[in-house]
């Protein structure tokens, strides 16, 4: 079945520095992919959705300078967290639209980012 | 490996009860979940249960777990409008990683 990878699974940095979190679909083509970050009570804000080659489309109240998303090609999307800080510490999880035999969410197993 | 299935697509009469079923393979899985998308939002925590439990209910939520077939259920009771949404399954089988099942979508007939 739709493949998934995220990577790292999780990543300590230090305050200022950028952080790049990947998303791979590996058996499937996925033109759509979102940005999930988990917050308390366990929710997952979408925080943009990314379309292969194209810019990618930031929620509301979500910076789109600090959160970069690059969706270079049908396979990967990658989310860089710059100039990292604290409150930045969370869980970030990717999903990838697939369609036709591989239609539905596949999400990835997500990422735990702590800025120290 | 660690997999989460769900069926992708579920109509019910509005006013009907709604079962949206979800089956895991890791039985090591410490607590299951429901998460609830509505078109261009997050995926909103509807409940959970814990895997020592075998029901839990919530209002219009009923959540059935039966853990020596790794199948897990959310009924929702007299379906309205506005639960129509994508409903996913969950587990956690550690303290980061999290598997999802790749949603139902749940439409509601007049």
């Known amino acids: 079945g739709a493949v998934v990878s995220q990577h790292p699974s999780w990543v300590i940095c230090k305050s200022g520095t950028s952080v790049k979190i990947e998303c791979r679909s590996l058996?499937?083509?996925?033109?759509?992919m979102f940005w999930y970050r988990q917050f308390p009570k366990q929710s997952l804000m979408l925080m943009a959705t990314?379309?292969?080659?194209?810019?990618?489309?930031?929620e509301q109240g979500v910076e789109k300078d600090k959160f970069l998303i690059n969706h270079a090609s049908l396979t990967l999307s990658t989310l860089t967290v710059t100039s990292a800080h604290p409150e930045d510490s969370s869980f970030y999880i990717c999903?990838?639209?697939?369609?036709?035999?591989?239609?539905?969410?596949?999400f990835g197993s997500g990422t735990r980012l702590t800025v120290v | 490996g660690e997999d989460v299935e769900q069926s992708l697509f579920l109509s019910v009469r509005e006013g009907d009860s709604s079962v949206i079923n979800c089956t895991y393979t890791?039985?090591?899985?410490?607590?299951l979940y429901w998460y609830k998308q509505e078109p261009g939002a997050g995926l909103q925590l509807l409940t959970y249960?814990?895997?020592?439990?075998d029901m839990k209910q919530d209002q219009r939520l009923t959540v059935l777990l039966n853990k020596k077939d790794k199948h897990l259920s959310l009924r929702i009771a007299d379906t309205q409008t506005g639960d129509s949404a994508i409903y996913f399954c969950?587990?956690?089988?550690?303290?980061?990683?999290?598997?999802f099942g790749k949603g139902t979508r749940l439409h509601i007939l007049p």
């Open positions: 999903s990838a639209e697939g369609q036709g035999d591989n239609y539905g969410y596949t």
């Open positions: 058996d499937f083509q996925a033109t759509t």
């Open positions: 990314s379309n292969e080659g194209s810019k990618a489309t930031y």
């Open positions: 890791d039985s090591s899985s410490t607590y």
């Open positions: 249960i814990f895997s020592n439990m």
């Open positions: 969950a587990e956690t089988v550690s303290d980061d990683k999290i598997i």
